[in-house]
């Protein structure tokens, strides 16, 4: 009789667990994690099966029940072991893709501003510390809100993305070097080098913008599009992120006073 009903609420048991797991897909974002829900849900369906087998065997002693009975037991297994494998990687690969969204500008594909904060802080510190150079390159696009009015808001995202574009190109990003939309139609680099050295860059991501942010050189664009650009290192007087980044805005927009589409740099 004990073993009747221990048959009976195992049965129940996965079959409450199959109904869950069914309501569970259609919930589910990521594919990894629906095949692993399947998988849970093929698990508990030969479990329920093997229980069901267990139950007959309890009142028909058919030949070879025990066999399909290993069988199922088998199948319930790697199934569980396949299902919570896959959960795991899903949970990782979500981790990955939190990660990215909370440090990458969806439209550009570049870092965005937060992310540059943060990396740029510890950077300015280090730099201080260990009497090193570091720049700040600020470029805005000319012209941009003209642009967005005349042509819509799709035609100046697209304008963003050339250049971002022309960015990667000019600008090896990896550990020593940082690229980020500042917001807007704003950009900003961060280089570990010296103001000379930050300005020759300067002038080679304004050259590039222009020879290659034009009709004929990018697809999509309905007009040329040049930036200007403002450059600031650290001095004793400048030791954090917001006075560079305020120097490097200033010299901006002395280049936009003086006729756009050049360089200024801070004193």
């Given at each position: 009789m004990t073993e009747l009903i221990l048959e009976l609420v195992n049965l129940l048991a996965?079959?409450?667990?199959?109904?869950?797991?069914?309501?569970?897909?259609?919930?589910?974002?990521?594919?990894?994690?629906?095949?692993?829900?399947?998988?849970?849900?093929?698990?508990t369906t030969t479990f329920s099966i093997n229980?069901?087998?267990?139950?007959?065997?309890?009142?028909?002693?058919?030949?070879?029940?025990?066999i399909v009975r290993d069988g199922l037991e088998m199948i319930f297994i790697m199934s569980l072991a396949i299902a919570l494998l896959m959960l795991f990687?899903?949970?990782?690969?979500e981790v990955a893709t939190l990660n990215r969204a909370a440090t990458?500008?969806?439209?550009?594909?570049?870092?965005?501003?937060?992310?540059?904060?943060?990396?740029?802080?510890?950077?300015?510190?280090?730099?201080l510390a260990?009497?090193?150079?570091?720049?700040?390159?600020?470029?805005d696009a000319d012209n941009f809100k003209s642009y967005n009015d005349t042509f819509g808001h799709e035609?100046?995202?697209?304008?963003?993305?050339?250049?971002?574009?022309?960015?990667?190109?000019?600008v090896r990003a990896g550990e020593?070097?940082?690229?980020a939309r500042y917001g807007g139609e704003e950009f900003v680099v961060l280089l570990s080098r010296p103001l000379d050295r930050a300005v020759i860059t300067a002038e080679r991501i304004?050259?590039?913008?222009?020879?290659?942010?034009?009709?004929?050189?990018?697809?999509?664009?309905?007009?040329?599009?040049?930036?200007?650009?403002?450059?600031?290192?650290?001095?004793?007087?400048r030791q954090t992120l917001e006075a560079v980044v305020e120097a490097a805005d200033k010299a901006m927009y002395q280049a936009k006073r003086a006729g756009k589409n050049r360089v200024g740099q801070s004193e």
């Open positions: 996965a079959l409450c667990v199959f109904y869950c797991v069914l309501r569970l897909i259609p919930t589910l974002n990521l594919r990894l994690q629906r095949r692993a829900v399947q998988l849970l849900a093929l698990a229980e069901a087998l267990g139950f007959i065997g309890l009142f028909w002693a058919a030949e070879g029940l025990e990687k899903s949970d990782r690969r990458i500008d969806r439209l550009t594909g570049l870092h965005n501003f937060g992310y540059f904060q943060n990396l740029a802080t510890q950077r300015i510190n280090l730099a260990g009497n090193l150079p570091l720049t700040v390159i600020l470029l035609a100046g995202n697209v304008v963003l993305e050339a250049i971002a574009g022309v960015l990667r190109q000019a020593d070097d940082i690229i304004r050259a590039l913008i222009e020879e290659q942010c034009q009709p004929a050189a990018t697809p999509g664009l309905q007009r040329a599009v040049t930036v200007s650009i403002g450059v600031a290192t650290l001095t004793p007087e």
